[in-house]
């Protein structure tokens, strides 16, 4: 096995956060969807499928490296919010932690000497760090737009349209 017991160990807790994660997202897409806030419903689902390849990612790297993926168990996420503003912060919030417990993996591969895990977690400490400048930034232009009257209609375009930029980038990347 190219990495230890406890690393193993670490990089399975963080399956469960990144399969949380993408159940937390999907329910909030869900919820936007069944507000008839389509272009938000985009933004939360294919933040899902993100999550969800994290998950997969770890899950590969585990094995590949000698070691035992385990699945997850899937526990009912939130299912009904306040409002999209609700839902973006509890989405920064659940960000933040990921970010600290990848954070703290990378703490334990300097710990351990453990080049392997370290460089492929480059590029989780890389996704973390645009997560919460997106939802930062998403949260203070719903701030801006507000929650009087037309807002929502608003809200919705606008995060409908930082997916599509997303989508850009991406394809542009490849
Ligand atoms: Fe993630
Ligand atoms: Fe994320």
Wanted: charged letters at 25%; hydrophobic letters at 40%; aromatic letters at 10%.
């Amino acid at each position: 096995m190219l990495i230890s017991k406890k690393m193993e160990k670490a990089l399975n807790q963080q399956l469960i956060l990144e399969s949380a994660a993408s159940f937390n997202y999907l329910a909030m897409a869900s919820w936007c969807d069944k507000e008839g806030m389509d272009g938000a419903a985009k933004f939360f689902y294919n933040h899902a499928a993100e999550e969800n390849e994290h998950m997969m990612k770890i899950f590969l790297f585990i094995n590949e490296v000698g070691g035992h993926s385990v699945t997850p168990s899937v526990k009912q996420p939130t299912l009904h919010f306040k409002s999209v503003l609700e839902i973006c912060q509890l989405a920064l919030k659940h960000e933040e932690k990921v970010t600290r417990s990848i954070h703290k993996m990378v703490d334990l591969t300097v710990q351990e000497k453990d080049h392997v895990t370290y460089d492929f977690l480059r590029f989780f400490v890389r996704e973390q760090r645009e997560e919460e400048v997106l939802f930062d930034k998403v949260i203070s232009q719903i701030k801006l737009i507000g929650t009087g009257g037309q807002s929502l209609y608003y809200v919705d375009n606008m995060l409908g349209s930082i997916e599509s930029t997303m989508e850009e980038e991406a394809t542009s990347e490849e």
